[in-house]
T-cell receptor
Framework: GNSVTQMEGPVTLSEEAFLTINCTYT??????LFWYVQYPGEGLQLLLK?????DKGSNKGFEATYRKETTSFHLEKGSVQVSDSAVYFC??????????FGTGTLLAVQP | GAGVSQSPSNKVTEKGKDVELRCDPI?????LYWYRQSLGQGLEFLIY????????KSGLPSDRFSAERTGGSVSTLTIQRTQQEDSAVYLC???????????????FGPGTRLTVL
């Protein structure tokens, strides 16, 4: 069945460091791919998405490219801020429209 | 506009009692989803509604769990005879109608934190 494997955390970085959170998936067909973010004490928010191979999703300085050949959708940001501290979830949109989530990666950015 | 709302925000109940959780989706969103977030299991899909029908109930963990949606809008998730392992945050999401198998963006509510004593 469809599944998402996400880099385990926590990830601790200093402000202005480069961020990569790895995400790979297993799926039949051509799923949509998403990154959601959960800030402390808040609900899940969509960060970015990509709906087909080679699409790049981007938002708030974060980027992820849908790579069909490596079945990956890694999240990157060139310079993180303290305000980026949150839990990040990679997700796959399956044939029945439900989202299948990775386990989440806690990012802590220190000043 | 208004986002997805859920009530109550917190619910504490005793083992064996029934609980009802409510979700109000974004106006005009025909698709509605319930998920559960717990420490041990992460984020799990429970059920999906398209309009008032539920074509995918595959995530409901037992027959103690049921959900309904009326008028293509509000949904209620009911847990009967609650158990301690039901303690979790229950999340609702909604999206526009899905066409051609394309999963549209799901917008999540703030969740209901359920604690079963």
């Amino acid at each position: 069945g469809n599944s998402v494997t996400q880099m385990e955390g926590p990830v601790t970085l200093s402000e202005e460091a480069f961020l990569t959170i790895n995400c790979t998936y297993t799926a039949t067909g051509y799923p949509s791919l998403f990154w959601y973010v959960q800030y402390p004490g808040e609900g899940l928010q969509l960060l970015l998405k990509a709906t087909k191979a080679d699409d790049k999703g981007s938002n708030k300085g974060f980027e992820a490219t849908y790579r069909k050949e490596t079945t990956s959708f890694h999240l990157e940001k060139g310079s993180v801020q303290v305000s980026d501290s949150a839990v990040y979830f990679c997700a796959l949109g399956g044939a029945t429209n439900k989202l299948i989530f990775g386990t989440g990666t806690l990012l802590a950015v220190q000043p | 506009g208004a986002g997805v709302s859920q009530s109550p925000s917190n619910k504490v109940t005793e083992k064996g009692k029934d609980v009802e959780l409510r979700c109000d989706p974004i106006s005009g969103h025909t698709a509605l989803y319930w998920y559960r977030q717990s420490l041990g299991q992460g984020l799990e899909f429970l059920i999906y509604f398209q309009g008032n029908s539920a074509p995918d109930k595959s995530g409901l963990p037992s027959d103690r769990f049921s959900a309904e949606r009326t008028g293509g809008s509000v949904s209620t998730l009911t847990i009967q005879r609650t158990q301690q392992e039901d303690s979790a945050v229950y999340l609702c999401a909604s999206s526009l109608e899905v066409l051609g198998g394309y999963t549209d963006t799901q917008y999540f509510g703030p969740g209901t934190r359920l604690t079963v004593l």
